[in-house]
């Protein structure tokens, strides 16, 4: 079965980073896409950033050029890097799997709250 673990959430300023990681079980991410995903106050889940299992990287538009997702060298954990962070980027975020990044697996841990103050 596989597990996700998201961890590194908290509450930043406006302007600040934070560091989130995905913790993987088995060797999920050599065969299966990873993604960050999000979840702010009443709206839709939405991708953030996502690197296939070949390696390929994807970003919202929103987030590119703040944000950097990469996996350690093991293929166990999933980083998203957030900087500049903005009010609008706080939601919960997730990691997801799949296929595609795109068409994630309906199969979702916690999250992890991200608060982001003005």
């Known amino acids: 079965q596989v597990q996700l673990v998201e961890s590194g959430g908290g509450l930043v300023q406006a302007g600040g980073s934070l560091r989130l990681s995905c913790a993987a079980s088995?060797?999920?991410?050599?065969?299966?896409?990873i993604g960050w995903y999000r979840q702010g106050p009443g709206l839709q889940r939405e991708l953030v950033a996502g690197?296939?299992?070949?390696?390929?990287?994807r970003y919202a538009d929103s987030v590119k050029g703040r944000f950097t997702i990469s996996r350690d060298n093991a293929k166990t954990t999933v980083y998203l890097q957030m900087n500049s962070l903005k009010p609008e980027d706080t939601a919960v975020y997730y990691c997801?799997?799949?296929?595609?990044?795109?068409?994630?697996?309906?199969?979702w841990g916690q999250g992890t709250q991200v608060t982001v103050s003005s």
């Open positions: 997801g799997f799949g296929r595609n990044v795109y068409y994630p697996e309906n199969s």
């Open positions: 088995g060797s999920i991410l050599s065969f299966y896409a």
């Open positions: 690197i296939s299992a070949g390696g390929a990287l």
